[in-house]
């Protein structure tokens, strides 16, 4: 069946700012359906409010609009433009959420909009519990015994009905906020207050708790010809009771025998099939009884999911993509596979390989937090790891943590002590995974592993091939003595040459001149969704340690880009966003444009942004080989956060150039010490400071420049563990603590300025001359991160001086700094009197926001810099706005409700957006000037 050519203009709702439990993978399904429904010349106009993203980017769409996702903003845009239909599929439950709203205020029949790709009874029956559950029993598919509740008592009649342990589920709510197991009777009240609390329409389901049973996720795509192809099966490591979002996943299932796997497809697909009028993707999860096979349905969301990122990044099959044709018409057999170019869209993926999806965390963020998993969602990001082997694939995802582990354990951070490590292993928390490890390495059997834990002792046993590895490996004392063939056991088994030499307590050098001259290197091989029975032509790669490699290096001039990993906080979206313009900007040039990264949510690890994509770990050793393999000009390592900026220092010192500012510069911004004598030398004003290396030390330098101090480990990102701190004795409690956790760091020590102003400016550079993209003033005063405060475009209340003054300082020290590229400078003005805080000749989070709103591609500006092949001079652009720009920090404590939310000196945000005002007459704007006006009198 053809394209509907009624269609000739779609909106598509996008998923707001970045919380836990709806990230940036919506980022990359919103880009990729509007470069679908493009390609079929269709006008795509897009709503989002968050700054960060690519989708809000005039790349990806012909009509932008960055406005709070609500009923008036959807009006206004409708009444600007002709929109034939609305996708509300592809923002998660936000969008889905608004596309409720908007239907039950008659605003889609006022205008004659069409939803497509899915319809409100099918979201109705979906996201209502008890719908849902009426639903499943007319086709007669099994679900846990549950009640629906729409107040306390109903609540508490219900649990006494199903008995305990049980489930709270409240209905409309986004990763499981709300939801929760109850035990035992004594907990159940409050459970209940807070799942009814939580629900936006005060309706929870009761529902019996199905504790240990396997959890298993199916992502399918329907047509409007009831055609039905499973995309990807994905199994949860851990089982039922953990949040699919903070377990540990595998593609294609480990442990599921094919009969169960058939009767789980033929329930899906009728699932599918029940839901009326849809066209386009879903996600259905499954329980399955670990002694019985008895299957229950848990959930179906008709829509792509965090799951669907990630299954069309392991399957290398483009889910958002084809769901966006399936919804204006087009059925799956008349729709190519674009991996192979020659096969149908009609074709089910099957995979040669092992994918493991590991969450990323933040506990550290959220002081007082609990660290146990459950049925709310708490993680902030995730890996992907792709391998030959299941354990092969979760020791990559291990060390793509950017946690400062180098795999699965066997990198000096094990425990030993079994009591609690079992303790550990019966309360699942974010690392049990390297808890189990430990346990079985200190001889605990695998049965007792299995009955704490509830995980599969399949998966047990895997992991228990590491610790006889390891013990075989404790009888070689140098690494020439490692034949080739344990050499090659060890890396098949994800095993990084940083453990192997701490294993064996020798410099890991000496591990990998040893590996390479044996000939033990890594191959390439490419995800082609077809297990190599059709030729590929998009260049997606990962390594493994086989014998052909399918990875050829081309003729071309090569960049290799280093992208940022997984999302946490301090380092979130913002720079998929910078890398992805990077990549054009390579491409333009032509360049040949070579993307590094492991983060499936992402836009920079879609097949066909870069020219080739190597989806592993941002870690040293990854890295290293696939320049040896590509031989690459230079890296960029500006654009990738923290992530890429960390592995400048190996790039220098094995001679591979960086692209833009080298890293003698990058290292001298870093290191605060010399940093400040640079100010000194250029009459810069900056607080007093001090570096220590011991609490001594510290105590010292606070007394010396005057307490209150700015106390913080030097080389890390979000302001991790900086604290204001106001005594001596507060002062060594702290500099123990980041001593215990950052053993190789020292300490820097400012003077804290209080009630200073803080602003910042970020330029471009190009080592004579510099840009000014933007000056920015916070809302919140010094002392309050930047990510966490409000910033006003451009400056609001600041004087022309010191405007002017922050200018001269940005200026002269870019150049002081030898900067080629991008640089953020950050200033507190105390008495009229500017000082510099910090700089960082970087990409930094205020960039997308300000390229937004000025609509000025700076990110490809300043890489065509990086590139030598443009001058600032030669720059043919305005940063004028009508009014003023907010960005304007969101936070997720609805997750962690006991935990401090004061905001100081360390990140906790976990997204933003943006807000135009005309003037500052605006009610939003008052209300927070006068928030500023609170602070700066405190």
């Known amino acids: 069946m053809p394209k509907d050519q009624s269609i000739s203009s779609v909106l598509i709702i996008g998923s707001g700012?970045?919380?836990?439990?709806?990230?940036?993978?919506?980022?990359?399904?919103?880009?990729?359906?509007?470069?679908?429904?493009?390609?079929?010349?269709?006008?795509?106009?897009?709503?989002?409010?968050?700054?960060?993203?690519?989708?809000?980017?005039?790349?990806?769409?012909?009509?932008?609009?960055?406005?709070?996702?609500?009923?008036?903003s959807i009006e206004k845009i409708l009444q600007e433009r002709e929109i034939d239909a609305v996708l509300p599929t592809m923002g998660g439950q936000t969008a889905l959420n608004l596309a409720i709203e908007v239907g039950k205020l008659g605003i889609w029949e006022k205008y004659d909009i069409r939803l497509i790709g899915v319809d409100l009874n099918a979201i109705e029956i979906t996201e209502n519990r008890e719908e849902?559950?009426?639903?499943?029993?007319?086709?007669?598919?099994?679900?846990?015994?549950?009640?629906?509740?729409?107040?306390?008592?109903?609540?508490?009649?219900?649990?006494?009905?199903?008995?305990?342990?049980?489930?709270?589920?409240?209905?409309?709510?986004?990763?499981?906020?709300?939801?929760?197991?109850?035990?035992?009777?004594?907990?159940?009240?409050?459970?209940?207050?807070?799942?009814?609390?939580?629900?936006?329409?005060?309706?929870?389901?009761?529902?019996?708790?199905?504790?240990?049973?396997?959890?298993?996720?199916?992502?399918?795509?329907?047509?409007r010809n009831n055609n039905v192809v499973i995309i990807c099966t994905v199994e949860n490591m851990d089982p039922m009771g953990i949040h699919t979002g903070d377990s540990i996943t595998v593609a294609p299932a480990m442990t599921l025998s094919d009969t169960t796997f058939q009767r789980m497809r033929n329930m899906a697909i009728k699932m599918m099939r029940s839901l009326g009028n849809f066209s386009g993707g879903c996600n259905v999860q499954f329980a399955i009884d670990p002694d019985t096979e008895n299957i229950i349905a848990v959930e179906i969301n008709p829509r792509v999911s965090r799951s669907s990122a990630l299954a069309s990044k392991a399957t290398g099959y483009p889910i958002a993509k084809i769901a966006?044709?399936?919804?204006?018409?087009?059925?799956?057999?008349?729709?190519?596979?674009?991996?192979?170019?020659?096969?149908?869209?009609?074709?089910?993926?099957?995979?040669?390989?092992?994918?493991?999806?590991?969450?990323?965390?933040?506990?550290?963020?959220?002081?007082?937090?609990?660290?146990?998993?459950?049925?709310?969602?708490?993680?902030?990001?995730?890996?992907?790891?792709?391998?030959?082997?299941?354990?092969?694939?979760?020791?990559?995802?291990?060390?793509?943590?950017?946690?400062?582990?180098?795999?699965?354990?066997?990198?000096?951070?094990?425990?030993?002590?079994?009591?609690?490590?079992?303790?550990?292993?019966?309360k699942p928390s974010d690392?049990?995974?390297?808890?189990?490890?430990?346990?079985?390495?200190?001889?605990?059997?695998?049965?007792?592993?299995?009955?704490?834990?509830?995980?599969?002792?399949?998966?047990?046993?895997?992991?228990?091939?590491?610790?006889?590895?390891?013990?075989?490996?404790?009888?070689?004392?140098?690494?020439?003595?490692?034949?080739?063939?344990?050499?090659?056991?060890l890396k098949q088994h994800g095993y990084s040459d940083a453990q192997i030499s701490w294993l064996m307590r020798l410099d890991e050098d000496e591990v990998t001149r040893h590996r390479k001259n044996i000939g033990v290197r890594r191959t390439y091989k490419t995800v082609d969704t077809c297990a190599a029975e059709f030729e590929a032509e998009t260049p997606y790669f990962y390594s493994t340690f086989e014998q052909e490699n399918e990875s050829k290096r081309s003729d071309k001039k090569k960049i290799i880009v280093l992208g940022s990993g997984p999302n946490r906080i301090g380092q979130g979206i913002e720079f998929d966003y910078c890398c992805v313009h990077g990549i054009l900007a390579i491409k333009n040039a032509g360049y040949e444009a070579i993307m590094v990264n492991c983060n499936p949510e992402t836009v920079s690890t879609d097949f066909d942004i870069a020219d080739k994509l190597y989806f592993e770990p941002v870690f040293w050793e990854h890295l290293e080989e696939i320049i040896e393999l590509e031989q690459p000009e230079g890296v960029i390592v500006q654009l990738g956060g923290q992530t890429a900026l960390k592995l400048a220092e190996k790039l220098h010192e094995k001679g591979i150039p960086t692209i833009g500012t080298d890293f003698l510069s990058l290292d001298l911004a870093e290191d605060r010490g010399r940093f400040s004598d640079m100010l000194k030398d250029l009459d810069i004003p900056y607080p007093d400071y001090g570096v220590a290396n011991t609490v001594d030390e510290a105590i010292e330098i606070a007394n010396r420049v005057g307490y209150p101090v700015l106390v913080r480990p030097s080389y890390v990102l979000g302001g991790q563990r900086m604290r204001i701190v106001i005594n001596d004795q507060e002062l060594e409690r702290h500099v123990l603590s980041i001593f215990k956790h950052l053993p190789d760091n020292r300490v820097l020590i400012d003077h804290f300025l209080r009630r200073a102003h803080e602003a910042e400016i970020d330029a471009i550079c190009d080592g004579e001359d510099v840009h000014i993209m933007g000056v920015m003033e916070h809302i919140e005063p010094a002392g309050i991160h930047s990510g966490d405060s409000s910033a006003v475009l451009p400056p609001y209340s600041l004087s022309q001086k010191n405007i002017d003054t922050m200018v001269a300082y940005t200026k002269k020290l870019a150049v002081a700094l030898k900067t080629v590229g991008l640089i953020n400078i950050q200033f507190a003005i105390q008495d009229e009197k500017v000082y510099v805080i910090e700089a960082n000749p970087r990409a930094s989070r205020t960039t997308p926001f300000i390229a937004k709103a000025y609509g000025i591609p700076y990110i490809q500006l300043a890489t065509e810099v990086m590139m030598g092949i443009k001058k600032v001079k030669d720059f043919n652009v305005e940063n004028k706005l009508d009014g003023y720009a907010i960005k304007i920090p969101v936070f997720s404590f609805d997750k962690f409700p006991n935990v401090d939310k004061s905001l100081g000196p360390e990140m906790k945000s976990t997204g933003e957006k943006i807000y135009f005002i005309d003037d500052l007459s605006d009610p939003y704007f008052r209300e927070l000037d006068k928030r500023r006006s609170m602070y700066l009198s405190m």
């Not at 836990?20 to 993978?25: D, S, V």
């Not at 005039?58 to 609009?65: E, F, K, L, S």
């Not at 704490?452 to 004392?477: A, C, M, P, S």
Request: aromatic content about 8%; some cysteine.
């Open 324 to 426: 966006a044709k399936l919804a204006i018409g087009y059925t799956l057999d008349e729709l190519k596979n674009q991996i192979t170019g020659n096969t149908s869209a009609f074709f089910e993926p099957t995979l040669d390989y092992v994918i493991v999806k590991m969450p990323r965390w933040n506990f550290n963020k959220f002081y007082g937090s609990s660290h146990e998993l459950g049925l709310q969602m708490k993680s902030v990001g995730e890996v992907m790891a792709i391998g030959r082997s299941f354990i092969e694939a979760l020791q990559k995802a291990c060390q793509a943590q950017e946690n400062n582990r180098m795999g699965l354990g066997g990198d000096k951070k094990e425990w030993i002590r079994t009591d609690d490590i079992l303790e550990r292993l019966e």
């Open 132 to 223: 849902f559950r009426k639903l499943m029993g007319e086709i007669d598919m099994p679900v846990a015994t549950s009640i629906i509740a729409n107040s306390f008592l109903e609540g508490k009649d219900a649990a006494q009905k199903i008995g305990f342990p049980l489930v709270i589920r409240p209905s409309y709510t986004l990763g499981g906020t709300g939801g929760g197991f109850v035990m035992e009777e004594k907990d159940f009240d409050d459970a209940l207050r807070h799942g009814l609390n939580s629900s936006p329409t005060h309706e929870v389901l009761v529902e019996e708790a199905v504790l240990g049973w396997k959890e298993f996720e199916l992502e399918l795509l329907r047509d």
């Open 17 to 72: 700012p970045i919380i836990i439990g709806q990230a940036c993978e919506f980022d990359y399904s919103g880009s990729q359906a509007s470069r679908s429904l493009r390609e079929e010349g269709i006008e795509v106009t897009l709503i989002n409010s968050n700054p960060a993203t690519i989708m809000t980017d005039p790349v990806t769409a012909d009509h932008i609009y960055l406005l709070p996702l609500t009923p008036e």
């Open 431 to 489: 690392d049990r995974v390297y808890r189990i490890k430990d346990a079985l390495r200190l001889g605990v059997p695998i049965s007792t592993v299995h009955r704490l834990t509830g995980i599969d002792k399949w998966f047990l046993r895997e992991i228990e091939k590491l610790v006889k590895l390891e013990q075989r490996l404790t009888h070689y004392n140098v690494a020439e003595d490692i034949d080739e063939d344990f050499m090659l056991e």
